[in-house]
Nanobody, 127 residues
């Protein structure tokens, strides 16, 4: 599996963006997927995760109610819809996949649970 993130940009506070992460390979539909972010000078942090079947999602408290993770297994793509953006959401956003578990209903927030990463897309929210 290889991942390619896109959709970042500059937006004013209160605005919206939708990130996309396109995956190659035949196993995407079996995998848990996640979004992480890393602000300048800070550690990478969990944002959201979604199970292989879209049956389960999990969010960081800081984005709950504002961000929505989804996926389209027919298009090998996972999305992150970001609404009501705040300046503190400014970061490089990364999509990630966990290739070690197929059809897992358990969602993980730890970076170490994901072994494939996209290249990142910059999101900048101006005040």
């Amino acid at each position: 599996v290889q991942l390619q993130a896109s959709g970042g940009g500059l937006v004013q506070a209160g605005g919206s963006l939708r990130l996309s992460c396109a995956a190659s390979g035949r196993t995407f539909s079996r995998l848990m997927m996640g979004w992480f972010r890393q602000a300048s000078g800070k550690e990478r942090e969990f944002v959201a995760a979604i199970s292989w079947s879209c049956g389960s999602t999990h969010y960081a408290d800081s984005v709950k109610g504002r961000f929505t993770i989804s996926r389209d297994n027919t298009k090998n793509t996972v999305y992150l819809q970001m609404n009501s953006l705040k300046p503190e959401d400014t970061a490089v956003y990364y999509c990630a996949a966990d290739r070690s578990r197929y059809y897992s209903g358990t969602l993980y927030t730890a970076i170490a649970e994901y072994d494939v990463w996209g290249q990142g897309t910059q999101v900048t929210v101006s005040s």
